[in-house]
């Protein structure tokens, strides 16, 4: 089985799967923003932890993926695999230009009837972001009546900065398979891959077993490793281990109540104790008759 990989030309090519390391950063009102990095010591002066299930250092990437706006993705095609370059994008390249139509106003009433205002730990207030027929906005302006919400990306019309590194390509069957893991849900590492022949076999770690993200992620990992790796038969697999059975002597010692060797031991030493004190008790021409 051959996965699918770029020419040796020594640049990268769409589709190619690879290591990088960057750091991307928004423009607005003169101040920059850092968006996101794998860098630890840039996310450090900014304040920024890595997301859940990632780690600092160069990340997995498919080259003219989903991941950056087209048009950063389009910028990292050709670039030199070692090489480090800068690039500005205008809003247009990046998230968008901002568009007023997507600020919308609605009733408090409608606002209220959301699924997520109707938890006990609701909260509306400036910068909420709610899920409005399928659409994700934020609370733009708010008063007793009205919520205006933007519909908006959260960067669009921001200039957008970004330095990038392609660190290497990955070539290797299993490595690309744990990439897309790791590009489509995270935790690529935790994951236990095999490649036989034109099989591919995903032993699922504990952490993920009943995780909906997991659930939610399988259909797209399945797709893009049948893409990128082009197998026969892809087997994922759960394995739920029976624990030993515990032996007699443990059973009977989990059944006892709690504390009652401890007592036992209290009881025993609390009669040793008053026979001693019997003894001393006695008088001397009894001990001498004995």
Excluded: C
């Amino acid at each position: 089985m051959t996965a699918k990989t770029g020419g040796d030309d020594g640049v990268t090519h769409a589709g190619d799967i690879v290591r990088l390391d960057f750091e991307l950063w928004s423009e607005i009102g003169g101040k920059t923003e850092l968006l996101d990095t794998t860098r630890e010591d840039v996310a450090r002066q900014s304040g920024a932890t890595p997301e859940e299930g990632r780690s600092w250092g160069p990340r997995p990437h498919q080259i003219g993926g989903e991941y950056f706006p087209a048009g950063i993705e389009n910028a990292l095609v050709g670039v030199k695999v070692g090489d480090e370059v800068a690039r500005e994008f205008a809003p247009a390249e990046a998230f968008g230009e901002r568009d007023p139509d997507l600020i919308e106003l609605f009733s408090m009433h409608e606002i209220q009837r959301l699924p997520e205002m109707r938890r006990e730990d609701a909260h509306l207030d400036l910068g909420t972001v709610l899920t409005i027929e399928g659409r994700r906005g934020r609370v733009v302006t708010l008063t007793a009546a009205r919520v205006r919400v933007d519909f908006n990306p959260p960067f669009a019309g921001r200039k957008v900065k970004g330095k990038f590194r392609v660190v290497g390509r990955i070539d290797e069957p299993a490595e690309q398979v744990r990439a897309i893991v790791d590009l489509q849900y995270g935790r690529g590492p935790e994951f236990h891959i095999e490649v036989h022949e034109k099989t591919i076999t995903l032993k699922v770690p504990d952490r993920s077993k009943f995780d909906i993200g997991w659930m939610a992620a399988k259909p797209r990992i399945v797709d893009r490793i049948r893409s990128q790796v082009k197998p026969q038969s892809i087997r994922i697999v759960e394995e739920y281990v029976t624990p030993a059975e515990a032996k007699p002597a443990e059973k009977a010692a989990k059944a006892a109540p709690e504390g009652e060797g401890a007592h036992a031991e209290a009881a025993t030493a609390a009669d040793s104790g008053a026979t001693a004190a019997k003894a001393a008790k006695r008088p001397a021409h009894a001990k001498k008759d004995e």
